[in-house]
């Protein structure tokens, strides 16, 4: 091809590409015509992905529509106190709120949540042409109703990784000193015995070579759900102990003698080993929930744990924030023998699918316009950079985008893990009396971690209060 026709060609393209972009705008600012000027609130916890949609999606839409967006991204304590009194109030502060997986059972068995899939059939010319429900991964289901309708528009989506210190796992010297000690190979782990080694030996190792270095990480605050649900949605599962060893189809039966598991030896025998790790985690262990987990990993303070997947990327990349840059391996979590093969047969999970969606209040003022915010950050076009800024995934394409290959290979084959495996994993069950569970048995919970009771008791005294507070809400009849 000549020069001249390369430069024709190119200016034909490049044409092309002008054209189009005002196409894709001009439906953005067709349907926001009378409600420029317009203010929309929201919030969410201050995470990566959230922080994400509040510097760079809502500047971007305000622009394309010309409908502000205000959008407080606080503590997770407060996102849902101040997200549920307002919509039990029906005040209408917020018009689109954070609605995680494990809480939307709640929202919608309360009519918290406006309808979608409706919304948009009712009004087409707020329907954006891209805006297509069967682009999201699988992860969509869990913000459906029971017709199908759509009550959530996922803006996260990440598993609960194993994550390791490559280069303490690699070191010839540790390595050495490891088989010479167990007997075997240090590597990383694939059984629960094989990862408290693991952490015993790197505990050892970093007293022995004067570092500020611990065996693993352990997400176990002594007073903040942040413990409970590690236990329960990340530990358990890895010993078969699945939706919070409560039995809808036993008349969700939590204790042993009734049909449960929350205190069966499984969730037993899960439970002291997570509380072995204690000695094995660094002294902010017990006032840690996820974010401080995730820091004390990026600090280099720790040589495995289990973390957050929204975490993994800038861990890995950042290194303004991160110590170990270059250093960080990605696993599936240790399990005991036949989970994984439960897990494959879709019998049971290996960890915890994370995430949430974007949801419009009932008591939101501003409907419409919170609407077309939930489709702009639907858009395939903005997926890949949120992806690489905050490690989540909700739409099945993006994995095979070239930024989001890129960031994979910098991670350690992160959303690769996440894109075969994560089918391994399941987020919260479908229970709609959630928050009530977890309040009634966290108190014996709390007391396990500090040393109050063992973790046979405490396992005993939660499920009959479990079992109790179900048969006050109507549940176990």
């Known amino acids: 091809m000549s020069g001249l026709k390369r430069m ?13 972009g005002p196409a894709r705008a001009d439906f953005w600012s067709d349907a926001a015509k009378g409600l420029e000027g317009t203010t929309i609130h929201g ?40 997200a549920i009194k307002d919509m039990e109030a029906n005040t209408g502060i917020y018009d689109f ?27 087409p010319n707020l329907k954006a042409p891209d805006f297509d429900p069967a682009m999201f991964t699988t992860f969509v289901n869990y913000f459906k109703g029971d017709k199908g309708d759509i009550f959530g528009v996922p803006m996260e989506a990440f598993i609960k990784v194993y ?51 611990w065996g693993s990480t352990v997400q176990a605050h002594t007073g903040h759900p942040a413990s409970w649900y590690e236990f329960f949605e990340s530990i358990a599962p890895t010993f078969g102990v699945y939706n919070w060893g409560i039995d809808a189809s036993k008349n969700y039966a939590a204790s042993v003698a009734n049909g449960g598991t929350m205190n069966s030896p499984e969730s037993k025998k899960a439970l002291e080993f997570w509380l072995s790790l204690l000695p094995d985690a660094p002294p902010e262990s017990t006032a840690s929930t996820w974010d401080e987990v995730a820091a004390t990993f990026a600090a280099g303070r720790a040589a495995q744990g289990m973390v957050y997947g ?17 250093k960080v391996g990605v696993a599936l979590p240790p399990l005991e023998p036949g989970v994984l093969e439960a897990a494959e047969s879709g019998k049971g999970y290996i960890g915890y699918y994370d995430g949430g969606a974007f949801g419009i209040p009932h008591s939101s003022k501003n409907k419409d316009a919170s609407l077309l915010f939930l ?9 890949a950079d949120w992806a690489v800024a905050g490690s989540r995934i909700t739409h099945q394409a993006t994995y095979d985008d070239p930024k989001v290959v890129a ?28 928050a009530q569970v977890r309040e009634a048995t966290a108190p014996m919970f709390y007391q396990a971690i500090t040393g109050e009771l063992s973790a046979s008791d405490a396992l005993d005294q939660m499920a009959a209060a479990a079992e109790k507070e179900l048969t006050k809400l109507g549940y176990r009849k």
Do not use: C
């Open 407 to 434: 960031q994979d290979a910098k991670t350690d084959g992160y959303y690769t893990l996440m894109k075969n495996d994560g089918r391994l994993f399941a987020g919260a069950p479908p229970y709609p009396f959630h």
């Open 375 to 383: 489709e702009y950050i639907a858009q395939p076009s903005v997926q």
């Open 163 to 213: 994550l390791y210190r490559k280069d303490l796992f690699d070191d010839a010297k540790a390595k050495d000193a490891f088989k010479a000690k167990y007997g075997y190979d240090l590597a990383v782990a694939k059984t629960h015995q094989q990862y408290k080694d693991n952490a015993d030996f790197f505990t050892a190792w970093g007293k022995e070579n004067n570092l500020e270095l």
């Open 97 to 123: 709120v954070y609605i995680e997986q494990d809480i939307v059972y709640s929202y919608l068995s309360r009519n918290f949540l406006v309808d979608i899939t409706q919304s948009l059939a009712d009004k």
């Open 8 to 20: 024709l060609l190119g200016a034909a393209v490049a044409g092309l590409m002008v054209g189009a």
């Open 43 to 82: 919030v969410s916890e201050s995470t990566p992905p959230s922080n994400y949609v509040k510097d760079v999606l809502a500047p971007a839409f305000t622009k394309a529509t010309g409908i502000k967006v205000e959008f407080e991204a606080t503590s997770w304590d407060q996102m849902y106190d101040k």
């Open 310 to 326: 929204e975490n993994a990327a800038w861990i890995a990349t950042n290194d303004t924030k991160s110590k170990v840059v270059g």
